[in-house]
């Protein structure tokens, strides 16, 4: 019997599973261990990263939850999709800031880009290339993508097949060729993570999330991140442009809503990177940054007070 191909978050979920069953027993094999609640302080948040989900329930579960946390989402999906995420973003505009989602070897892919800024995208996803992100038979969907200002959001690292295509360091070849393109890569470059840092420290535009397995495999020890992002400012070995090193990771879920009982979501993702900056000693003014305040200057939405 052929086997049938397993997605990223399919095979996150199954290893979380395991390691759960291991550890926790059956109870927690459904997802990640349920995060110990604590308070959150009132910020403004975007969830830069958030997958749209044909199930019917999709926006009665992030609504209500992303608003009890001032929070936005940038939700991306393919365009088939898209009708569904304008008439959430139509209904639910404090809430949903529509993305779209290309296939980068796709021949219509440039074309796609086109008519998603033209109906109002502020993003567009890419995932799974054929070839290394920085080949040049992609520069015509950057382009495009930069000409329109729209954020170009890349999985970096690991995935079930062809991660050494999506190296972090090739985000750096990207962001030289289109300055004005502001990036997010995924990950944090998992597990090229010095490496991934290293661009964000030369590149003023380019920015990482720490979505996905990074946070969870590295809880023990997250101080480590101090040694990967490691400056406070301008240095003698970065760009004068150059800022808190925190301040380039943003924030993102790459989670679906409805999931709480499971370990997932929003609530769980605020509470890992709250865990991260504890451990970080990262600074109050640059974690609002990091939350949502500069999604929030890029995609010029007003800081929403909490």
């Not at 997958?51 to 929070?71: E, G, I, Q």
């Not at 139509?90 to 800024?117: C, L, M, Q, S, T």
């Not at 200002?149 to 890349?154: Q, S």
């Not at 808190?244 to 679906?256: N, P, S, V, W, Y």
Request: one cysteine or more; charged letters at 25%.
């Amino acid at each position: 019997m052929p086997s049938c191909p397993v997605s990223r978050r399919e095979f996150l979920q199954a290893a979380a599973a395991a390691a759960a069953i291991t550890t926790l027993g059956p109870a927690a094999a459904l997802g990640q261990a349920p995060r110990p609640r604590r308070s959150f302080p009132r910020r403004f948040v975007i969830d830069a990263h958030q997958h749209f989900s044909p199930d019917a329930r999709y926006f009665d579960w992030l609504v209500p939850t992303y608003r009890k946390h001032n929070a936005m989402a940038c939700v991306n999906g393919w365009l088939r999709e898209f009708p569904a995420i304008l008439e959430g973003a139509k209904k639910f505009p404090d809430v949903v800031i529509p993305y779209g989602r290309i296939n980068p070897d796709a021949g219509g892919a440039a074309a796609e880009v086109e008519h998603f800024a033209k109906n109002g995208a502020r993003g567009i996803k890419l995932h799974s290339p054929k070839f290394d992100w920085d080949d040049e038979r992609y520069f015509p969907i950057y382009e495009r993508i930069e000409k329109h200002a729209m954020m170009a959001l890349f999985h970096t690292g690991i995935t079930t097949a062809g991660m050494a295509r999506m190296r972090p360091s090739f985000i750096h070849t990207i962001s030289v060729k289109f300055p004005e393109l502001h990036i997010l890569g995924a990950h944090l470059g998992n597990p090229w993570y010095t490496e991934a840092a290293e661009v964000a420290r030369l590149r003023p535009k380019v920015y990482w999330d720490v979505t996905g397995s990074t946070l969870i495999k590295t809880e023990r020890n997250l101080k480590q991140f101090k040694d990967y992002l490691w400056w406070e400012g301008p240095t003698n070995h970065s760009s004068p442009q150059a800022v808190h090193a925190f301040e380039k990771i943003l924030f993102g879920t790459d989670e679906q809503p409805g999931q709480e009982e499971k370990g997932m979501g929003l609530e769980n993702m605020l509470g890992r990177y709250e865990e991260l900056f504890d451990a970080c000693g990262v600074p109050e003014p640059v974690r609002q940054k990091s939350f949502g305040a500069t999604m929030a200057r890029i995609l010029k939405i007003p800081v929403r007070v909490a």
